[in-house]
């Protein structure tokens, strides 16, 4: 097997893994708690993963042990999501706030080191594949069994085989991220780059356009921590809800995102005249006041199948386009590791995390605007960012 297929492997059981719990996450929740608390740990989560993500990957970055932190962090992670369900049961909010706690610290890390060693592997082979066609299998993984997950739950009328699932796939995750780990590494000569962590972090964080790119992030995570968060309780609002069509609608999100990894370096040079990040706002925007449509004319639940397709925008190409620069910012401190965990934790982390809460906070009042919040933070940052670039023309950068 090669070390592309080797990626290609981590990327599908992993995220196999993931799919059968983590979007039922608020479902999974909500059955035990309030919506304010739900949103509150939906909030804690991807917060304390900024925090892990960059600690995590700035320390293996600087050492160089990308293999030890992307071990640990992946046998951690698990184990806590597996105890949401062998530990948690009756132990109430306290309980849930401590394996929320571990879960977003010690997950953070590994995407972002997979990620980075996936990108640096493509570039210092010169493997012919990209990084998309490499990273879809994981939505290949995702949509799979997601709908498996979301048939037995509804099956069985118990949560037991979604946990069942993620502990099967993630034993596979860590012998394949030993495997990829082992195989591949930032090469670095000895003495090459002898600068301490806190001089490479002054050095990035003199650059402006690495904090106009990282407030991108947080904008386009609001949206996506919205709709990962609320959107199947906002569906069990409107009439033919079922599991089954929670499943069916990430299998159809999963194949829009294959597609489009799989086209996305072609797909960025066409749209280079529009712009990728303009893309990836307005179909943002599309996405939220589509499903604020459907909440106002009380549609069929499943008239969200036609609505899901734009997730291959708002996810594979926001994505790929995040991986990539990121990847161009590290680059210069040997930081590529870090600079990807604090742009994908910025999405993932803080703006995910600020999405969640607010959508909480605003379904708590009414399940119809559960999506307005951040599609204000995306207007607002949509013209923050046009006003950005016209500064950019005017200073002649």
Known sequence: MTTNSTFGVVYFVYFAGLSAVHPFLALFLKEQLSAPLVGILLLVKPLVGVVGGAVLCGFADQRRCHRFVLLVSTVISAMAMQGLWWWSPGGGFRRFLVLFSVIGFFSAPVSSIVDSLCAHNIKDSGCKETYGQIRLWGAAGWGAFAAVAAFLVET?????????????FSMATLFACYRVATHVSFRRERGADERTFVEKLNLLMSDAGFGSFILLCVVFGTTTGAIEGFLFPFLATLPGATETLYGISLSVTCFSESLVFWKAAPLMRWIEGVGVVNVCFMAFAARLLAYMAMKL??????????????????????????????????????LESFCVAVATSAMFGFGYALGGFAAGVAFAVSPGIAFLPSLSVLFLGWCGYHRQKRQDVISGK
Not at 156 to 168: D, K, L, Q
Request: net charge negative; proline share 6%.
């Open 156 to 168: 069985a009328s118990s949560w037991a085989p979604a946990f069942y699932i993620h502990g099967i």
């Open 297 to 334: 004319i009380d549609a069929n639940a499943w008239v969200v199948l036609l609505i899901e397709p734009l997730h291959g925008l708002t996810f594979a190409l926001t994505w790929t386009w995040l991986i990539e620069e990121a990847r161009t910012f590290g680059l210069p401190t040997n």
